[in-house]
């Protein structure tokens, strides 16, 4: 059975260990002006602190009409805490994991079987008109 968070956790970890993670909305942002055509997904993460942060739900606003122009693949998490802890490294606390990108790879090598899945789950959410579908990451 597809569980799109599971996917999600396997696709950010996976990129994690091939370095083609961002963390943080200015990063992403950087990455984002400077080279677009190297993004493959974007993550979007707020939880009850951040939701009535508006400088950061303008910067939401501008990442996602900036991955719907280019084709991006993008959805929301509700758990900032778990995102960092997939994506951080424990050694230091991740303070900004509101936006993480994951980069494509490198032309030729082989596509992560959990990215496709979930490229496929936004296809199938924007045909329902849910742009930025939201999934759920499992506790640990």
Known sequence: ???PGKCLEEALTSAQAEDRLTVGVYESAKIM???PDSVSFCVLAVDEEFECDVALQ?????????????DISI???S?????SEIVGDKATQLEDAHCVLITNQDEGSWQDPAL???HLFCE?????NDWVPEI???AR
């Open 1 to 3: 059975m597809f569980s």
């Open 33 to 35: 002006t400077s080279d």
């Open 58 to 70: 303008i910067h939401f606003t501008l990442i996602q009409s900036f991955c719907f122009d280019n």
């Open 75 to 77: 959805v929301r998490v």
């Open 79 to 83: 758990d900032t805490q778990r995102l």
């Open 116 to 118: 496709e899945k979930l």
């Open 124 to 128: 199938e959410s924007r045909r329902l």
């Open 136 to 138: 759920n990451l499992a």
